[in-house]
Nanobody
Framework: QLPLVESGGGLVQPGGSLRLSCEAF????????IAWFRQAPGKEREGVLC????????YADSVRGRFTFSRDNAKNTVVYLQMNDLKPEDTGLYSC??????????????????WGQGTQVTVAS
């Protein structure tokens, strides 16, 4: 069992929305630094957004205003990535990552100990 499991990907038309889920197994995500990454075919993995242990967020310029991070209020093992106004360039394998080290700010270059396998998002008409 992977420590993190993503779900919610799929095929969506440009302008559409998707909500991805990331669930932790064996630990809770309270006070973890959490990040979402994506990798398009033939391209390097890039950070989408991250949230620090105390809630400070950092968004990639390409998704700011369209993507939002949230937590499941009932489950401290699940977080979400809400993606609105999707564009073809948002296509890629989306993975979540977490780390238990307490950080007041987050960066995509931080070390993340736990990763999921990813869920595919395809934006096409």
């Amino acid at each position: 069992q992977l420590p993190l499991v993503e779900s919610g990907g799929g095929l969506v038309q440009p302008g559409g929305s998707l909500r991805l889920s990331c669930e932790a197994f064996g630990f809770t995500l309270d006070y973890h630094t959490i990040a979402w990454f994506r990798q398009a075919p033939g391209k390097e993995r890039e950070g989408v957004l991250c949230i620090s242990s105390n809630g400070a967020t950092n968004y990639a310029d390409s998704v700011r205003g369209r993507f939002t991070f949230s937590r499941d209020n009932a489950k401290n093992t699940v977080v979400y990535l809400q993606m609105n106004d999707l564009k073809p360039e948002d296509t890629g394998l989306y993975s979540c990552a977490s780390d238990s080290f307490y950080r007041s700010t987050c960066s995509f270059k931080d070390p993340y100990a736990d990763w999921g396998q990813g869920t595919q998002v395809t934006v096409a008409s």
